[in-house]
């Protein structure tokens, strides 16, 4: 959120950019296509970490392997 936060402030690219630059243009459908890229974004990130998580700990005992079946 803080990248994003800072794109929007002081970045000529990025998706905070262009959420920001499509406010100023009145472009709301540009708008709705940034934020919906950062859903997936932050969707597909918390997944791949939960699972690499998951990986990981398993080795240490950390979680159980029911979590692994997910």
Same mark, same amino acid.
């Given at each position: 959120? #803080?990248?994003?936060? #800072?794109?929007?402030? #002081?970045?000529?690219?990025?998706? &905070? %950019?262009?959420?920001?630059?499509?406010?100023?243009?009145? !472009?709301?459908?540009?708008?709705?296509?940034?934020?919906?890229?950062?859903?997936?974004?932050?969707?597909?990130?918390? !997944? #791949?970490? &939960?699972?690499?998580?998951?990986?990981?700990?398993? !080795? %240490?005992?950390?979680?159980?392997?029911?979590?692994? !079946?997910?």
């Amino acid at each position: 959120m #803080a990248i994003i936060g #800072a794109e929007m402030i #002081a970045s000529n690219e990025g998706v &905070g %950019y262009l959420i920001w630059n499509s406010r100023l243009f009145f !472009r709301t459908d540009w708008i709705f296509v940034g934020l919906i890229s950062l859903g997936l974004m932050g969707f597909l990130t918390d !997944r #791949a970490v &939960g699972w690499l998580g998951r990986r990981l700990l398993f !080795r %240490y005992g950390v979680v159980s392997s029911a979590s692994l !079946r997910r």
